[in-house]
C-alpha cells in the first residue's frame, strides 16, 4: 500500500457543491488542501486512505460551496447604513449621501466601515468583494490583514470629495495603487469611474485609454435608473452605454453594474464588447431603480454577476439574501419559473462573480488547482429539513447566518462562526463610535 500524501487540512462535508461540473452536488465527499490550494475532492473513505492530514475538519451536516463573490460594494459606507432610507436614488445620492461624504469622509472613516463590513461580509459568507470607494490604501490594507481576497475600484468624479480633488487626482492616486498592489496574491486595483452622470468625456477617455494600456478593470454604476438614461439622452445624443462605447469604455474586462434600463441595442452593445453586468436587486428595489433583466442577459450570453452596493442601501452585505432575491426576481421579471434555477444563482454568486473580476482561473468553484476560497454552511436548523436539495436550501432558506466556516487560500477567517483575522468586538465598538460622531 503506498503511504499516505501529506496535505495541510481535510474537510470532511456531508455536501460539497463545486459550482464546476455545473448542477453538480457531491456526498459524503471531503476536500484536501495543500498550500491553499485544492489538492483532491474524493469520498470521504478514500480520503481517509489517501492522505495524511495536519489538520481534519469534520462538518456532518453542511454543505461546502465556494465562497461567494460580492461584486459590487461600498465597504465603507456601512457606517452610513440606515443613515437615509426611503428615497429615490438622485434625492439619496445629493441631499444625504454625498452631504454626508464630505462631512465625514476620512482615512479612519474608510478604514473603521471596511472593516465593519468585512466581518460582516465573511460571517455572512463573502470571501472576495468588489470595493468602489475612497481611500483605496486602506481598503487594501484593511483587506489584506483580514486575509480577504478584494477587487478595489478607485473611485473617479469629475468633483472633489475628500478622497481626490478632481479626475486627473484620484486617477493618480489610483495608479500608484495599482502600482503597489501589482503582484499581490489577494488584492488588486482597477478603475471606479463613479457613473456616467458624474463624468465629462475627457476624463472617460483618458480612463479608456489608461486601462487598455494597463490592461486594468473597469468597475461603473451604469443604467441605473430610467431618469440617468434620459437625462444622457438629452444631454449627448445617446443612450450611457453607447457613449461609453463610442469613449473606448466596453471592454471585457468593465464590469457594468445595476443596468436596470436595457434595450435590444445595449444587449447587442454588451454581448459583443464582452463586459459584464453586476447585478444589485436590493439596491435596485429599495431605490425604485427598475429591474435587470437577468434570463435576457445570460440567455443572449452576457455574464452577470452578483452584487449587494453598500450598506447604505440594502441595507446588508449578506449575499444569501441577494441570492434568494436575485433568483425570485429573475423568475418573476422574465415570467419563466425555470429562469435562473438554483444551481445557476449559486454560479452567479461564484464562478459568475470572479469571472467579471477576471479572478475566475484563481476562484469561483471548488476545483483541484484553485485557491481553496470556500464556505461552510450549516443545514442542519430546522428550516432546512428536510434536505432533498442542498442547491436549492441554500438559495431559498438559508442565510447568512447559517454559514458557519470561511477560509481563503487555505487560511481559515472564520471557524464554527467565530471570526479568526478580524476582531468583531473592536469593530461594532468603532461602529458605535462613528454614531455618536454623525449624531
Ligand atoms: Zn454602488
Given at each position: 500500500m503506498p503511504s499516505p500524501e501529506p496535505t495541510s487540512l481535510l474537510i470532511k462535508a456531508r455536501w460539497i457543491i463545486p459550482v464546476e461540473p455545473a448542477q453538480r452536488v457531491f456526498e459524503n465527499c471531503a476536500l484536501a488542501i495543500s498550500d491553499g490550494v485544492i489538492q483532491a475532492v474524493v469520498p470521504q473513505r478514500e480520503a481517509e486512505k489517501r492522505f495524511q492530514a495536519d489538520t481534519t475538519i469534520n462538518l456532518g451536516h453542511h454543505v461546502l460551496l465556494p465562497g461567494l463573490v460580492n461584486a459590487h460594494s461600498h465597504a465603507a459606507m456601512s457606517l452610513l447604513r440606515g443613515y437615509a432610507d426611503d428615497l429615490p436614488l438622485k434625492t439619496w445620492l445629493e441631499q444625504h449621501i454625498w452631504p454626508a461624504e464630505s462631512r465625514w469622509l476620512s482615512e479612519d472613516f474608510v478604514r473603521d466601515g471596511t472593516g465593519l463590513a468585512m466581518a460582516e461580509m465573511v460571517k455572512t459568507g463573502t470571501t472576495c468583494f468588489a470595493d468602489m470607494y475612497y481611500f483605496g490604501e486602506q481598503v487594501a490594507q484593511a483587506a489584506q490583514q483580514a486575509r480577504m481576497r478584494c477587487h478595489v475600484a478607485f473611485s473617479v468624479l469629475d468633483f472633489a470629495t475628500p478622497g481626490g480633488s478632481g479626475p486627473d487626482d484620484y486617477i493618480r492616486k489610483g495608479l500608484a495603487l495599482r502600482d503597489e498592489y501589482r503582484n499581490n496574491d489577494l488584492i488588486q486595483v482597477g478603475f471606479g469611474p463613479h457613473a456616467p452622470y458624474t463624468l465629462s468625456d475627457e476624463p472617460l477617455r483618458k480612463i479608456a485609454m489608461l486601462a487598455n494600456e494597463t490592461d486594468t478593470a473597469i468597475h461603473i454604476h451604469l443604467h441605473e435608473t430610467a431618469q440617468e438614461v434620459a437625462d444622457s439622452i438629452a444631454k449627448y445624443g445617446m443612450r450611457p452605454l453607447e457613449r461609453l462605447h463610442k469613449l473606448?469604455?466596453?471592454?471585457?474586462?468593465?464590469?457594468?453594474?445595476?443596468?436596470?434600463?436595457?434595450?435590444?441595442?445595449?444587449?447587442?452593445?454588451?454581448?459583443?464588447?464582452?463586459?459584464?453586468?453586476?447585478?444589485?436587486?436590493?439596491?435596485?428595489?429599495?431605490?425604485?431603480?427598475?429591474?435587470?433583466?437577468?434570463?435576457?442577459?445570460?440567455?443572449?450570453?452576457?455574464?452577470?454577476?452578483?452584487?449587494?452596493?453598500?450598506?447604505?442601501?440594502?441595507?446588508?452585505?449578506?449575499?444569501?439574501?441577494?441570492?434568494?432575491?436575485?433568483?425570485?426576481?429573475?423568475?418573476?421579471?422574465?415570467?419563466d419559473a425555470t429562469a435562473l434555477d438554483a444551481h445557476a444563482a449559486l454560479r452567479m454568486a461564484t464562478l459568475d462573480g470572479a469571472r467579471a473580476l477576471g479572478l475566475d482561473n484563481t476562484i469561483g468553484s471548488l476545483e483541484v488547482g484553485k485557491s481553496a476560497d470556500l464556505i461552510a454552511v450549516d443545514l442542519s436548523h430546522t428550516g432546512a429539513q428536510p434536505v432533498h436539495q442542498p442547491a436549492s436550501q441554500l438559495v431559498y432558506t438559508a442565510s447568512g447566518q447559517h454559514v458557519s466556516h470561511a477560509w481563503v487560500a487555505g487560511r481559515a477567517l472564520m471557524l464554527s462562526g467565530q471570526l479568526q483575522t478580524l476582531n468583531e468586538r473592536e469593530l461594532t465598538g468603532k461602529a458605535r463610535w462613528w454614531q455618536e460622531q454623525m449624531k
Open positions: 473606448g469604455l466596453l471592454t471585457p474586462s468593465t464590469q457594468c453594474v445595476h443596468m436596470t434600463q436595457i434595450n435590444d441595442s445595449d444587449t447587442q452593445l454588451l454581448r459583443d464588447s464582452g463586459a459584464h453586468v453586476v447585478h444589485c436587486p436590493t439596491a435596485n428595489l429599495k431605490l425604485a431603480s427598475g429591474f435587470c433583466p437577468v434570463h435576457a442577459l445570460q440567455s443572449a450570453g452576457i455574464n452577470v454577476a452578483l452584487g449587494t452596493g453598500g450598506a447604505a442601501s440594502n441595507n446588508a452585505l449578506d449575499m444569501f439574501s441577494e441570492l434568494r432575491l436575485a433568483a425570485l426576481l429573475a423568475k418573476g421579471v422574465s415570467g
